[in-house]
Every structure is written in structure tokens, then in C-alpha cells.
């Protein structure tokens, strides 16, 4: 269970920088459990966390690993990155952009992910942006893997959401959406994402 600091430091957070946070309430346990449930049950698999928050969906990362595998946590904002580290300390923290995914892989001497989850605020990225997050994901993940990530449903139509789903579409062979959440606040659904595309060499490499 999230200690009782947990929601009143996320609402802090959210109304100094609502463009980092990008929502004032945390994923729901209803939505926190489809993004999880990619993990393998069994072996020890590398999951990696975008966006990790005060730690909604972590919390059920790790019991869906049941001390298994290894789990990285990015988690771009400092507050929320202590506040993980003394509530998970079995859980690999970074305070870093979630565009690094390929380097901190890389330091920590880890191979490809088997499953990225993300609760990152996509809309409200540039599509440069959400671009070259996606694509960092991609070059980070087995060939096996899954990637899931959380999008808000009251958006959906907006200009944003379009370009983040034409970006999935683009980053991934196969992409699928779950059901909408109506009890997380706000409603959200979760997209989940199969098959890296391999990229194209550019001309002259």
C-alpha cells in the first residue's frame, strides 16, 4: 500500500511543474495491474519503469516479480525519486529522462528489457519529443518484449494523442488498447506494444 505522504506529494509536485507530472492523482491499482501484467511469471526477467511517480504502478511491478529479475525505475523528478528509493529499496532508482534508457542500461552492465512500462505524460510532449522516447524504448528492448504505457481518455481525440498513437504505430509492429479505466482519475486506458520495428540505416552509415 502507498504511504500517506505519497498522494499529498504527488498533488504538490503536480501543481509546481503540471508538465512534468502531467496528472494530479496517481495510476489507479486497476490500471497499475494491466500495465504490469506483461512481466513473465517465470524467470528473471529486466523490467524497466518510465515515469515511476510515487510509485502506483511499482508497487505492482514488484509483486508481479515476486523478487525475481531486476527492475529499473526511472523517474525524472528528485522528490519523487527519494520518495522511491525509501519505499522500494529492492528497486533499481535513476533520476534521469527516460530518453537515457539506452546509456543507464548500458552503465548498470544490463541487457535488452523484456517489458518497458511507462506512465509518462506523452501528450504533453513534443512529437520530437515522444519521438525519441519511443525510440529509445525500442533500442532498448528484446526482440520478445512488451511495452506498455498509460494515456488518458478525456485526450484521446486531441491533436497530441493522435500523434502519440501514429508514433506507437511507426516505433511498433503490433499495438493494441485496453478497455477504459473509468474509476482512475481521470478515466485512462493502456496501449500495449509487441515487436520493436527494426530501424533503417541512414544514408552514408
Do not use: C, K
Not at 509483486?63 to 528509493?85: C, Q, T, Y
Not at 479505466?181 to 496501449?191: D, G, S
Request: proline share 8%; charged share 15%; aromatic share 6%.
Amino acid at each position: 500500500m502507498q504511504s500517506s505522504t505519497a498522494p499529498g506529494a504527488f498533488v504538490q509536485r503536480f501543481l509546481r511543474n503540471p508538465a512534468r507530472v502531467g496528472t494530479p492523482a496517481a495510476t489507479s491499482a486497476a490500471v497499475s495491474r494491466q500495465m504490469a501484467a506483461p512481466i513473465p511469471e517465470h524467470g528473471d526477467p529486466l523490467v524497466v519503469e518510465l515515469g515511476a511517480g510515487t510509485g502506483a504502478v511499482t508497487e505492482w511491478i514488484q509483486h508481479r516479480l515476486g523478487g525475481r529479475g531486476h527492475h529499473l525505475a526511472i523517474e525524472i523528478d528528485p522528490v519523487f525519486a527519494g520518495l522511491l528509493r525509501q519505499r522500494y529499496p529492492a528497486v533499481d532508482v535513476a533520476e534521469s529522462d527516460a530518453a537515457q534508457l539506452p546509456a543507464l542500461l548500458a552503465q548498470r552492465g544490463l541487457g535488452a528489457a523484456d517489458v518497458v512500462v511507462s506512465a509518462l505524460p506523452w501528450t504533453l510532449f513534443s512529437d520530437e519529443q515522444a519521438r525519441g522516447i519511443l525510440a529509445a524504448v525500442a533500442a532498448s528492448m528484446a526482440p520478445h518484449g512488451a511495452f506498455t504505457t498509460i494515456t488518458l481518455s478525456m485526450g484521446s481525440r486531441m491533436p497530441g494523442a493522435r500523434r502519440f498513437r501514429s508514433a506507437l504505430g511507426a516505433t511498433f509492429e503490433e499495438v493494441t488498447q485496453s478497455r477504459t479505466f473509468w474509476r482512475n482519475p481521470p478515466p485512462a486506458f493502456v496501449y500495449e506494444a509487441h515487436r520493436p520495428r527494426q530501424r533503417r540505416p541512414s544514408a552514408g552509415s
